[in-house]
């Protein structure tokens, strides 16, 4: 079983700043892509970043590229994600995510496609 705990978020304005943390434990040896995924009221669960923890591999989805880094420390088990010019529509519960196999590129930024989750924390930008 696969833990996985966020931390880093809060409240920011527009043009800001934050890392994002998760911590992953338990049978983590089967994690080949995670990522981090959002959720804003009333609106479904989208992918925003995906790592394939082999190789370091990226990916983003249009709306964050050149502002979002998702990044891994294998040592520390910790897997991040550096937010930068944050905007108003970035507000989201944001989610750490993990599946023992990469789904298949139509499905990596869906959240059907990840099995182990984090409880989420709280991004919120004003403007």
């Known amino acids: 079983q696969v833990q996985l705990v966020e931390s880093g978020g809060g409240s920011v304005q527009a043009g800001g700043s934050l890392r994002l943390s998760c911590a992953a434990s338990?049978?983590?040896?089967?994690?080949?892509?995670m990522g981090w995924f959002r959720q804003a009221p009333g609106k479904e669960r989208e992918g925003v970043a995906i790592i394939y923890t082999i190789g370091d591999y990226t990916e983003y989805v249009d709306s964050v590229k050149g502002r979002f880094t998702i990044s891994q420390d294998n040592a520390k088990k910790t897997l991040y994600l550096q937010m930068n010019n944050l905007k108003s529509e970035d507000t989201a519960m944001y989610y750490c995510?993990?599946?023992?196999?990469?789904?298949?590129?139509?499905?990596?930024?869906?959240?059907?496609?990840?099995?182990?989750w984090g409880q989420g924390t709280q991004v919120t930008v004003s403007s």
């Open positions: 995510a993990a599946v023992g196999r990469c789904p298949a590129r139509p499905l990596l930024f869906s959240h059907l496609a990840y099995n182990y």
């Open positions: 338990g049978y983590i040896d089967s994690r080949p892509c």
